[in-house]
């Protein structure tokens, strides 16, 4: 069975930095897209970034786009998604998500949490002022 991990995240200053990781296990074989995904209360999950095992594909959500940066897919099966210039706008739950079809590793800003079929349990980001 697949299973995800996420870590890192806490309480920050409006303005500060946190870095999230995400370590999968249990993909033994092929490639797979990581995604970020975050749920703020009353509202749905919300894409964040993505990247793929496959090639160098990277999406960001406008939102964040210029402030957040996922990484590749280390050796230890770990993405990192950097979070610089923070604003009370990122409290939510965030989510790691993986998936191993190639529609979906191969185009992942195409597609939404409802096609990924693997998750991890949630980190929590609060960002104070």
């Known amino acids: 069975e697949v299973q995800l991990v996420e870590s890192g995240g806490g309480s920050v200053q409006a303005g500060g930095s946190l870095i999230l990781s995400c370590t999968a296990s249990g993909f033994t074989r092929g490639d797979y897209a990581i995604g970020w995904f975050r749920q703020a209360p009353g509202k749905d999950r919300e894409r964040v970034s993505c990247?793929?095992?496959?090639?160098?594909?990277?999406y960001y959500s406008d939102s964040v786009k210029g402030r957040f940066t996922i990484s590749s897919v280390n050796n230890e099966n770990t993405v990192y998604l950097q979070m610089n210039n923070l604003t009370t706008a990122e409290t939510a739950v965030y989510y790691c998500?993986?998936?191993?079809?190639?529609?979906?590793?191969?185009?992942?800003?195409?597609?939404?949490?409802?096609?990924?079929?693997?998750w991890g349990q949630g980190t929590h980001v609060t960002v104070y002022s």
């Open positions: 990247a793929s095992t496959a090639d160098s594909t990277r």
């Open positions: 998500a993986a998936d191993g079809d190639s529609a979906v590793y191969y185009y992942c800003g195409d597609y939404g949490a409802n096609v990924y079929d693997y």
